[in-house]
C-alpha cells in the first residue's frame, strides 16, 4: 500500500508512520506536515530514509493533489490539537479541520483513492458524567478545538452518503507518550516537576481524562484503515480512567518531587469534566490496549529523561512564550 499521511511530523502522526513502517516494511508512505510549532522533523528520524516527506497544509489544494498522486489510502492526523489555544485563538482550528478536511476529501474523490481515515477525538461526543459515549452517542462538542474537530467528522459522513467515499474515523481518548509537544497536562507536568516549576493544575483538578498509550491508538487506526466498515466511525479508549489530580501526583511520585509543587490555577473556560469511550466496537476487529496506565506513564517519564535532545530546544523557544502568555509565570 502507499499512504498518504497528514500530519505525521506531530506526535500520534509520527508514531503511527513508525508503527506502520515497522509492521509491515514493504508499505510506503508520503507525509504531508505544515511543520506548525508542533510538528517536527526530529520526530521522523529514525525513519527519514523510508517515507518521502512533503512540506505543506491541507487546505492547499495543489499540494494535496500532488501529493496524493498514486496513493491508495489516506489518513489524516493534520491538525491544531490543543484545546487552550482553540480558547485563546480559534481560527487556525476553524482553517485546517473544517477547510483542510474538506480539501483532503474532495482531492481523495478526485484521484478515486480507494480509503480514508480521518483520525479524531473522543471531545467530539461532549463531557459526560457517568457510563461511556459509543458511536451513537451524539455529538456536543463544547471548545473551539472540539467543535471545528466535530465539523470535520461530519464533512466525512457528507462524502460517505453523498459520494460513496470509503471513509472510517477513529476517535481516540486522551493520548500520551513520547513526543508529545510539552503544552499538554502529562509531558508538561513531567518537565516542570523534573525542573522543579510548579505544576498547574486546573480548578480542583477532579476532572477525569481516559489515558491511552499512543501506541495503542496507532495500532487501532492501522487496523481500522485496513479492516473497518466503510462508513463507521470506531471509538478507541485508553484501559485507565484518572483524575487530573492522581496523574500530577504520579508524575511528582516517578520524577520524586513532593506535592509542594502543585498549584490550583484558574480553570479552564467550559472544562468538559469527564471523557470516557466504549471501545467494544473496535474491540469486536481484534483491538485490544497493551499498556496500562502506570506502565505508560513510567515509560514517558523514562523516555522524558533521557530525551533533553528533543524538548530541549522546545522549552527554550516558542513554547516559553506561549506558556508565559497563557500561565502568566516563566519557566524555570
Ligand atoms: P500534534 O499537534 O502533535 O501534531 C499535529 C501535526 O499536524 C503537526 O505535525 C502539525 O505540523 C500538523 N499540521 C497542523 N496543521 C496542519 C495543516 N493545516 N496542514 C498540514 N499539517 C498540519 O497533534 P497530535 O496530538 O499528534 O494529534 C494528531 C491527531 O489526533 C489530531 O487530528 C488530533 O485531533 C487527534 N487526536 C489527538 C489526541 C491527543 O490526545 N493528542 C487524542 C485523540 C485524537
Ligand atoms: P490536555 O492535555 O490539554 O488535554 P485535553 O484538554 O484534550 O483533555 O489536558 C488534560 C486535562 O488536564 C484536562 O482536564 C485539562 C487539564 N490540564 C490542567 O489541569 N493543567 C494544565 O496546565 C493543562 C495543560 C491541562
Redesign the pocket.
Known sequence: MRLLVTGAAGFIGSTYVRTVLEERPDDEIVVLDKLTYAGRRENLEEVADRIEFVEGAIEDRETVLEAMEGCDAVVNFAAES???RSISDQYAFVHTHVLGTSVLLDATRHHGVARYLQVS?D?VYGSIEEGSFTERSPLNPSSP?SATKAAGDLLVSAHVHTYGLEAVICRGS?NYGPRQYP????P?CILNAMAGDHL????D?R?V?NWLYVEDFARAIDLVLREGTPGEAYNVGGPDEEE?IEVVRRILELTGRDESLIEH?TD?PG??RR?SLSSDKVRALGWEPRVRFAEGLERTVEWYRDNEWWWGPIRSGEYREYYERH?GRSLG
Open positions: 490543543h484545546v487552550d477525538t471531545e478545538y486522551n503544552e499538554k497536562l502529562i508538561l498547574p493544575v486546573y480548578g483538578g476532572q481524562r487530573n490555577v479552564r472544562h468538559d471523557y500561565y
